[in-house]
């Protein structure tokens, strides 16, 4: 993933997939994972912590419902 890959977030507490997120930097490790920063889209705000592979999935497109 690369800066502003549209991201759902795990959430440590509930361990579900929350959409409406972005990366916006890549913190490459010698010695251990890939961490990521991530920025809440709705107010721009970058999240205090950071993220593993792991914690992070590319934005999935929501399927159209059959109604519309």
Same mark, same amino acid.
């Given at each position: 993933?690369?800066?502003?890959?549209? $991201?759902? $977030?795990? /959430?440590?507490?509930?361990?579900? =997939?929350?959409?409406?997120?972005?990366? +916006?930097?890549?913190?490459?490790?010698?010695?251990?994972?890939?961490?990521?920063?991530?920025?809440?889209? /709705?107010?721009? /705000?970058?999240?205090? $912590?950071?993220?593993?592979?792991?914690d992070?999935?590319?934005?999935?497109?929501?399927?159209p419902?059959w =109604? +519309?």
């Amino acid at each position: 993933m690369h800066p502003g890959t549209r $991201v759902e $977030v795990r /959430s440590r507490f509930e361990q579900r =997939w929350t959409r409406g997120f972005e990366v +916006s930097e890549v913190l490459e490790a010698d010695d251990g994972p890939t961490r990521y920063r991530v920025r809440r889209r /709705s107010d721009g /705000s970058i999240l205090p $912590v950071t993220f593993t592979d792991d914690d992070l999935r590319e934005e999935r497109r929501r399927q159209p419902q059959w =109604w +519309s």
